[in-house]
Each structure stands twice: as structure tokens, then as C-alpha cells.
């Protein structure tokens, strides 16, 4: 899963070219259709999170996976049961570096996100915008065979001005 969601130079897709990935933890989870789905997915994330004592982005990257997950399972399996009807689920893929989280959510369907701008009176529409508004920067790759990954990074927290030590 891991390679699906880094590209194969090994660096992460929000890196200068100058970042390796030496420190590298992993959390996935299958999230399956049900209203409960975002629920499940933010507790997923804020366990990890704790897990890896990064309490300081449970709250922004519970919003982030909650918009992720909504999009993948009204959009994204919905295209794919439409062609193939025995899709996989949606994932919830945590990756930590030395420096940063990424969030990514799998679906089955090859059909990219798309930001939009919605009318003022839209009931919908937002979930995009609020993703790039609270990470520091998001897109969308394409996985081997079918489907898509959504993801959004996120720097580690400073603590008085240095980085978070990685836990070893």
C-alpha cells in the first residue's frame, strides 16, 4: 500500500527532493460504507495520532480525514460500483516521517477529486477547500492498477521552537 501512496524515488509527495525516508511509521485501517464511516475514521486517526504522541494534530487531521472519507464514499465508490460492482473499500493510510503526517484515503475509482467553488447557498461542495485550508498542502495520485489516493500533509508540531524528536 505504502508505495501507492509515496512515489517510487521514495519521497514523500509533499518533499523538496532533499527529504529520505529514514524514520517511517504506518497506520491503515479499511473503512466500509456505513453512516458510521467518518466516526470510525477520526477515532482511527486520533488513536494513532495519541499512538505516536501527536496529540497536537488530532483535531485539524480528524476535520481533513472526516472530508476525505465522506468524499471517497459518496463519490468514489459510487463510480466504481457503477463499473464494477465488487469494489474494494475505502482506506485510511497514516504515514509519519521525520518531519511531517500524511493522511491519505483510498478508493476504488480512477476519477481524480476536483476543487471547486461552490454558490454561497450551496448545502455542499466545500470539503475540498476546507482540506487545503487546514493542511499544509494536499493533492492526489493515482495507484497501481485501480483507484486513487487523496492524501494531506501536515509538518510536526514544534515544541519552543525545534521539531518533535522521532521516537526510536
Given at each position: 500500500?505504502?508505495?501507492?501512496?509515496?512515489?517510487?524515488?521514495?519521497?514523500?509527495?509533499?518533499s523538496?527532493?532533499?527529504?529520505?525516508?529514514?524514520?517511517?511509521?504506518?497506520?491503515?485501517?479499511?473503512?466500509?460504507?456505513?453512516?458510521?464511516?467518518?466516526?470510525?475514521?477520526?477515532?482511527?486517526?486520533?488513536?494513532?495520532?495519541?499512538?505516536?504522541?501527536?496529540?497536537?494534530?488530532i483535531?485539524?487531521?480528524?476535520?481533513?480525514?472526516?472530508?476525505?472519507?465522506?468524499?471517497?464514499?459518496?463519490?468514489?465508490?459510487?463510480?466504481?460500483?457503477?463499473?464494477?460492482?465488487?469494489?474494494?473499500?475505502?482506506?485510511?493510510?497514516?504515514?509519519?516521517?521525520?518531519?511531517?503526517?500524511?493522511?491519505?484515503?483510498?478508493?476504488?475509482?480512477d476519477?481524480?477529486?476536483?476543487?471547486?467553488?461552490?454558490?454561497?447557498?450551496?448545502?455542499?461542495?466545500?470539503?475540498?477547500?476546507v482540506?487545503?485550508?487546514?493542511?499544509?498542502?494536499?493533492?492526489?495520485?493515482?495507484?497501481?492498477?485501480?483507484?486513487?489516493?487523496?492524501?494531506?500533509?501536515?509538518?510536526?508540531?514544534?515544541?519552543?521552537?525545534?521539531?518533535?524528536?522521532?521516537?526510536r
Amino acid at each position: 500500500m505504502l508505495d501507492h501512496v509515496l512515489p517510487p524515488s521514495g519521497l514523500p509527495p509533499w518533499s523538496d527532493g532533499e527529504e529520505r525516508l529514514e524514520y517511517l511509521q504506518l497506520a491503515v485501517r479499511a473503512i466500509h460504507q456505513e453512516p458510521e464511516a467518518p466516526r470510525v475514521a477520526r477515532r482511527f486517526t486520533a488513536a494513532s495520532l495519541h499512538s505516536w504522541e501527536l496529540d497536537l494534530l488530532i483535531d485539524d487531521t480528524n476535520v481533513v480525514v472526516s472530508e476525505l472519507v465522506t468524499n471517497a464514499l459518496r463519490h468514489g465508490m459510487r463510480t466504481a460500483l457503477a463499473t464494477r460492482p465488487a469494489a474494494q473499500h475505502v482506506r485510511v493510510v497514516l504515514c509519519r516521517t521525520e518531519h511531517s503526517v500524511l493522511c491519505a484515503v483510498t478508493d476504488p475509482s480512477d476519477q481524480g477529486p476536483c476543487l471547486r467553488e461552490p454558490g454561497d447557498d450551496a448545502e455542499s461542495g466545500r470539503g475540498l477547500q476546507v482540506v487545503q485550508g487546514i493542511s499544509q498542502m494536499w493533492g492526489w495520485s493515482p495507484l497501481e492498477g485501480r483507484g486513487k489516493a487523496v492524501w494531506a500533509a501536515f509538518a510536526l508540531p514544534s515544541l519552543n521552537g525545534r521539531r518533535l524528536e522521532a521516537c526510536r
